[in-house]
């Protein structure tokens, strides 16, 4: 440690939000470089490095071949498949100096797809599965928590090239128990959830979420197994009602009513109900909202949803990619004057209405379901407006929030919610790509089938992160053992040069038995106090500490995540810790 490129910090970053970013800059991991990017110091480096070991070794066991793609790439590939655009502001573009459109890779989908294009032909070549660990680009709009989401990260990232589906499912559970064994190793808690598959595009996909409450994924489960990503959620829409017997729409003064709280107070003073009272759900609230497409356009659209439920964001930019939500501003009222703040209501909304906003409603808004919502003058609501008697949507948007208790969409029960980070996201992508690109092969019959494939993700770098998210406590890290960065941290905690000399006799003895061992000599220029500050904050999970006891012949060995603590004799210092290893 004398030597080594490290200096730990006594007090956290200003910026760090949560455990592993605080931790990580202050044991001297990493360190940043702008925002979403940072370098990676010798701890940092080496823990990294057995993380892809891990990954190495599973991918390897389903026999995916190592390849390495350039991060720096051309358009046209990106240009074809249409994600130049569809990945509008995310993705990082420059131009060489003959002005060619480049970019710096945020996935290589149509990369891997072309290059088995370039060299395959046949079934007989098929199936195929290819993995890289590399760096990826993406400019995050919300870059956070230091190394959890970067706008330079490291992404392991495979695909699998079959002949048919059946060779796509089994590619892809081959896959699954290949991340199960990953993220069992990582030693974190996980969960399986559906997922929706964004700017991907393809089908079946499921994400791996570390369980932690410092996640940006929130997810579902059911007590009957149903676990997906709150994006994934589908409502359990009721079934339609009859409404031969109900009430013509009546508009009703409301005035003072800004809040839904407000109009339901309302309704229940001058409008009671005879069978219950009025309750925020019977109401419809139209929210508006300006999706950016791709291509620059903004387009307004109006999202109709049960007055006790917000518009969830992740949701609807699930529902919309790869357009962008953004605000609906002053600027657009003034564009559409037929829409009255505060009392919007369903006849002004819908491609055939006077003001030709695209109307999506909430699946629960089905046929004869009668509601309280805007009469589109101030004041004043209409009551009683029947779905598909008095109005009609484009179609629904399952952009509600997802609350606890809501029915699982499988039947098993009612939802808990809770929050994850994304560790891995696979999926049967199927023809898209190949199909864009040309990647088809000769089958049996000697007759030209596109190929379908699959694309399976691990975040490398996020997973240093999320380990750290549950491997601390209040002194620092305390790294599993498969992922510390050293075997064991040895202390030499005294003045003398006895101290420093039975340190370096165990130093040998430890780094002879084939161990990795941090060793802080610093002796006489650093006290012991900072020595095991140092040692508990960067988190080794075995510390041998030589000080006084070696006039006794003994030293301490101490477990990092137990505190315990053991005398043992200097001759077998090297058996006691291989003995903790195993
Ligand atoms: P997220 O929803 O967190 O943005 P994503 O759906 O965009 O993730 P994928 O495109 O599926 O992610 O990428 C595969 C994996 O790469 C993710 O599961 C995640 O572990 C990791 N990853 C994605 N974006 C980042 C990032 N900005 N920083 C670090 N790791 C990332
Ligand atoms: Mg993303």
């Not at 392991?156 to 048919?164: A, E, L, N, P, T």
């Not at 994924?217 to 149903?226: L, M």
């Not at 058996?575 to 195993?582: A, F, N």
Request: net charge negative; proline share 6%.
């Amino acid at each position: 440690m004398s030597r080594m490129f490290l200096r730990t910090l006594r007090d956290d970053p200003a910026d760090a939000e949560v455990p592993s970013h605080r931790l990580l800059v202050r044991a001297g991991y990493v360190r940043r470089v702008a925002p979403g990017i940072y370098s990676w110091l010798p701890l940092g480096l080496k823990v990294l490095a057995k993380v892809e070991r891990i990954i190495r070794e599973e991918m390897e066991s389903i026999g995916s071949q190592e390849v390495r793609f350039p991060a720096l790439l051309p358009r046209e590939p990106y240009e074809i498949s249409g994600r130049w655009t569809d990945y509008g502001p995310n993705v990082f573009r420059l131009k060489d100096r003959k002005g060619n459109d480049m970019m710096l890779g945020p996935t290589h989908e149509e990369f891997f797809t072309l290059l088995v294009k370039d060299l395959y032909s046949s079934y007989k070549d098929l199936p195929l599965s290819l993995y890289q660990i590399q760096t990826k680009y993406r400019d995050e709009a919300r870059p956070r928590a230091g190394i959890l989401r970067g706008r330079e990260f490291i992404m392991k990232d495979s695909y699998s090239f079959d002949v048919d589906d059946a060779g796509l499912e089994a590619s892809y559970q081959a896959h699954r128990e290949a991340y199960v064994r990953i993220f069992e190793r990582l030693g974190f808690e996980y969960v399986i959830v559906k997922a929706t598959s964004g700017a991907m595009g393809g089908s079946a996909s499921e994400e791996f979420l570390a369980v932690s409450e410092t996640g940006e994924d929130t997810f579902v489960r059911s007590p009957g197994g149903y676990a997906a990503n709150v994006e994934a959620v589908t409502t359990v829409a009721p079934a339609p009602v009859p409404y031969g017997d109900a009430p013509a729409a009546h508009a009703e003064q409301t005035p003072d009513t800004p809040t839904i709280d407000t109009l339901v107070d309302h309704l229940n003073e001058k409008f009671p109900r005879d069978d219950r009272p009025w309750a925020a759900g019977d109401t419809l609230k139209n929210v508006l909202v300006i999706l950016r497409h791709p291509d620059g356009t903004r387009e307004p659209v109006a999202i109709g949803v049960p007055g006790d439920r917000e518009v969830d964001a992740k949701r609807l930019e699930a529902q919309v990619a790869p357009a962008e939500v953004e605000p609906f501003e002053e600027k657009d009222f003034a564009a559409n004057p037929g829409l009255v703040k505060g009392y919007i209501g369903p006849a002004v909304l819908g491609t055939e209405s006077s003001t030709g906003i695209r109307y999506l409603t909430d699946p629960r808004v089905v046929e004869g379901t009668r509601w309280v919502t805007g009469a589109n003058v101030q004041g004043s609501h209409v009551i009683d407006l029947v779905a598909g008697r008095d109005f009609t949507s484009d179609g629904t948007i399952e952009a509600a929030e997802v609350r606890a208790g809501d029915e699982a969409p499988d039947g098993s029960g009612p939802l808990e919610l809770a929050r994850g980070i994304e560790m891995g996201h696979i999926f049967q992508l199927g023809r898209l790509y190949a199909e864009a690109l040309g990647l088809k092969v000769l089958d049996e019959n000697g007759k030209l089938v596109t190929v379908t494939m699959g694309s399976y993700g691990v975040g490398v770098s996020r997973a240093v992160a999320a380990v750290a998210e549950y491997a601390h406590d209040e002194l620092g890290l305390v790294w599993p053992r498969e992922l510390a960065p050293f075997d064991v941290h040895l202390v030499a905690a005294g003045k003398d040069e006895a101290v420093l000399a039975a340190a370096e006799d165990v130093y040998a003895e430890l780094i002879g038995a084939g161990l990795d061992v941090l060793f802080d000599d610093r002796v006489g220029k650093v006290s012991p106090g900072v020595k095991f500050k140092d040692a508990e904050l960067i988190g080794v999970p075995t510390i041998v500490v030589v000080g006084k006891g070696v006039v006794d012949g003994v030293v301490e060995v101490k477990d990092r995540k137990s505190g315990d603590r053991a005398d043992v004799a200097i001759a077998d210092v090297v058996g006691h810790v291989q003995g903790v290893l195993s």
